[in-house]
């Protein structure tokens, strides 16, 4: 039995969610081979740097485009378009005919099937992030052989809207979770008593708050001095020169973080180091400010004050996709900003409860770690006597 843990992105914010599983693995399984794939520099030192955390030494492979006219594809319209994330497929399909089963935390992977028919190979989706967009319950799930899911929130939207039935699915709380505490809090401001607010947009143009209000967000803590700032917007906002969004055909441009924000003694300006996705900026902000990027659900592992941008005048009662605004206020442009912050500290307590529940029913977390639990339901779908005594 030969299991496949494949990271294919631009950025490594995914590589959290499905690491810890291959590690655990490990541990419990030795006798069940594991290789870990990636697709670029930043990925392969990304799972080496977890991974050493752990202690463990990973049997680690990196793909690469090997056919010319892939080359020559992702040269000319990389910039616009994710080709090297696509080609790598066709390339490498002899590794990925080698395993019996490959565990991905995104969904591209599901054409070694639809394209290239690999109807042996079981994929299991680990999934990443626990947020609300309907993307993340789409049609497309019902590809996999098992999804991995945090909570019961995620198995109840997967079932009703994705028709999954619901022996495919795993609850096993959220692996990512396993890693916290592994970083400190960095020094970042000049002056470290001030509240700390997170400003946390994300990329797609037809959701994000960046296009429209993301400037005026940045030039408020530039001018009002009782807040430090971390700009930490998701890692994919500004790694092309522009966003495309699959599901809504949006095109936008993020443009630049002007010096006068970069150089501000209470801004810290971070677009996709280590630290924007490891959980380090939301577990020392004291604020949460966003529009709906899932990291809203990690940022409540402990109840805090959020705020919430609506920059498009969505009608957000009763939409499930908008489930995580009931966690703080949700304002419609930033010239609410500085009166909003302060109620948002002021009334939290108000929200302690509804935050609560929204964390229960995204995470099911128990004694046992979550990446333990993960790779005990995987080891559970493989037949005798390939399952371990242990693991029974």
């Keep these: 039995m030969k299991i496949g843990f494949f990271f294919n992105h631009d950025q490594v914010h995914q590589v959290a969610h499905s690491l810890p599983i291959a590690l655990?693995?490990?541990?419990?399984?030795?006798?069940v081979g594991v290789v870990i794939a990636t697709t670029n520099d930043r990925l392969t030192a990304e799972v080496r740097r977890l991974a050493a955390k752990s202690g463990v030494a990973v049997p680690l492979v990196q793909l690469g485009l090997t056919r010319r006219a892939s080359r020559?594809?992702?040269r000319w319209l990389e910039a616009v378009v994710p080709?090297?994330?696509?080609?790598?497929y066709r390339d490498n399909l002899d590794f990925f005919r080698g395993l019996d089963m490959l565990v991905v935390a995104e969904k591209t992977s599901l054409l070694l099937k639809t394209r290239y028919g690999l109807d042996a190979l079981r994929i299991v989706h680990t999934r990443h992030g626990a947020g609300d967009r309907a993307i993340?319950?789409?049609?497309a799930s019902a590809g996999f052989d098992q999804i991995l899911v945090s909570g019961p929130k995620i198995a109840e939207r997967l079932i009703?809207?994705?028709g999954i039935p619901a022996d495919k699915l795993a609850t096993v709380g959220y692996p990512k979770f396993d890693l916290v505490g592994q970083t400190g809090a960095p020094a970042l401001f000049a002056d470290p008593s001030k509240p700390v607010v997170l400003y946390n947009p994300h990329p797609s143009p037809h959701l994000s708050s960046w296009y429209?209000?993301?400037r005026q967000v940045l030039d408020f803590f530039l001018r009002d001095g009782r807040y430090n700032l971390i700009f930490a917007p998701h890692v994919m906002l500004f790694h092309r020169r522009f966003v495309l969004t699959i599901d809504w055909l949006r095109i936008d441009r993020p443009g630049i973080v002007e010096d006068r924000f970069r150089d501000a003694p209470n801004i810290h300006v971070d677009l996709g180091s280590n630290a924007s996705t490891d959980m380090t900026y939301t577990m020392m902000a004291d604020l949460y400010l966003g529009d709906v990027s899932s990291q809203i659900y990690e940022f409540l592992y402990r109840p805090r004050p959020a705020l919430f941008l609506n920059s498009h005048g969505v009608d957000h009662a009763d939409d499930p996709n908008y489930l995580h605004w009931r966690a703080g206020e949700v304002i419609a442009n930033p010239d609410d900003l500085g009166a909003a912050l302060d109620r948002a500290l002021a009334q939290h307590e108000s929200y302690c409860p509804v935050q609560r529940e929204l964390f229960q029913r995204s995470f099911d977390l128990t004694d046992e770690p979550s990446a333990d639990r993960a790779a005990r339901a995987i080891l559970g779908t493989l037949a005798p006597p390939s399952l371990p005594a242990a693991a029974a």
Excluded: C, N, Q, T
């Design 160 to 162: 009703h809207e994705a």
């Design 136 to 139: 993340g319950f789409d049609k």
């Design 83 to 88: 080709v090297s994330k696509l080609a790598v």
């Design 24 to 31: 655990a693995l490990m541990r419990i399984a030795p006798e």
């Design 72 to 74: 020559v594809a992702a």
């Design 212 to 214: 429209r209000h993301g």
